[in-house]
């Protein structure tokens, strides 16, 4: 089970730090990935952190301002959120990879948190 944590009300321009905890289990090697749903859209990519050499990949939309790393002391998966914008509102989700390799797409996670909700306000 994941679990994410750290979601909030934040002005435009401020901080948010996303964590993600594998309750019960560990992140077994595999990759982990970040997606968001913003209301009325379809869930969408936003980072992702492979394993084995801590290889990131992010969406066009959120580099530069966003930063995902492991901490292996916690067994948890952080998403930094800085210089957040109002259409970074959504339900942010954390998933476990089929692989160590994480992916852009939503069909190579096997596990997935309930989400925690990022608003934004200008």
């Known amino acids: 089970q994941l679990v994410e944590s750290g979601g909030g009300s934040v002005q435009a321009g401020g901080s948010l730090r996303l964590s993600c905890a594998a309750s019960?289990?560990?992140?077994?090697?595999?990759?982990v990935g970040w997606f968001r749903q913003a209301p009325g859209k379809e869930r969408e990519f936003v980072a992702g952190?492979?394993?084995?050499?801590?290889?990131?990949l992010y969406a066009d939309s959120v580099k530069g301002r966003f930063s995902v790393s492991r901490d292996n002391a916690k067994n948890q998966v952080n998403l930094q959120m800085n210089s957040l914008k109002p259409e970074d509102t959504a339900v942010y989700y954390c998933?476990?990879?089929?692989?160590?390799?994480?992916?852009?797409?939503?069909?190579?996670?096997?596990?997935w948190g309930q989400g925690t909700l990022v608003t934004v306000s200008s």
């Open positions: 952190l492979n394993w084995r050499g801590g290889d990131t």
């Open positions: 019960g289990r560990t992140f077994n090697n595999n990759g």
């Open positions: 998933a476990s990879a089929l692989s160590a390799v994480a992916s852009r797409s939503s069909d190579r996670y096997r596990y």
